[in-house]
């Protein structure tokens, strides 16, 4: 799988482009700016963008303009977004546009390698990757009583965060230490009590997950 990283920290750029490396991934291009990620994408499009939120030369949102931007010229390149803290404004209007082959990641999470290869294999294969964190902000910020998600078990809203996160119903499984056939059956009850009847055009994991973040 081809990356693309814009990090302007050379240290933390230069240490995720070795790890990479290391877990297989090809990076095409590590620079230090929106516009010079904006460039090569345009130019040589990899899978996946790697981005941090903030980058110069204000150092507020630049890099989720560049998520954005990408999202809409190039929608075939998944778009990973790096951050220090959980801001919800961004996270909601990064996802306004869906869910697939998107993540948002504290950067914390860089240095779990085989946690963070495996958000950007999601993001790339048209998944998502959305940290533990932030889809609880997001939810908290919607909740409210006559919301649907309110008739779901605890374990069903365990099963539908880990969801919202974009694991597979394997992962599912092995997270939360039950057999997968348990998670298709709680994924069956979600979609029933979240009114998403089954059809040739919808997909309903999606279809639940967008109504989970409220996006």
């Known amino acids: ?20 490396a290391e877990a297989g991934y090809q990076v095409v291009t590590a620079v230090d700016d929106a516009d ?16 941090d939120i903030r980058l110069p030369p204000t150092h507020t949102d ?18 990973l977004v ?15 546009g869906g869910v697939e082959g998107i993540g948002y990641l504290l950067k914390d999470r860089v240095s779990d390698l085989a946690e963070f290869a495996a958000a950007i294999r999601r993001v790339g294969s048209g998944g998502s990757a959305l940290d533990p964190v932030v889809v609880e902000r997001l939810v908290s910020r919607h909740s409210q009583p006559d919301d649907p998600l309110s008739r ?11 969801m919202a996160e974009g694991r597979t119903n394997l992962a599912i499984s092995e997270r939360l230490a039950i057999a997968e056939r348990t998670v298709e059956k709680h994924c069956t009850s979600i979609f029933g009590k979240l009114g998403l009847t089954a059809g040739p055009h919808d997909h309903r994991r999606v279809l639940a ?5 409220n996006a």
């Open 1 to 20: 799988m081809r990356v693309a990283i814009c990090e302007d920290s050379a240290l933390f750029r230069e240490g995720m482009t070795r790890l990479l």
């Open 36 to 51: 010079k990620l904006l460039a090569s994408v345009a130019a040589n499009p990899p899978d996946v963008a790697i981005l």
């Open 62 to 79: 630049e890099g989720l303009r560049a998520a954005l931007t990408l999202r809409r010229r190039h929608p075939e390149v998944g778009v």
């Open 82 to 96: 790096l951050s220090q803290y959980v801001r919800v404004s961004y996270a909601v209007e990064l996802l306004e």
């Open 152 to 162: 779901l078990t605890g374990r069903e809203r365990d099963v539908l965060r880990l």
């Open 209 to 213: 997950v967008l109504r989970y973040l």
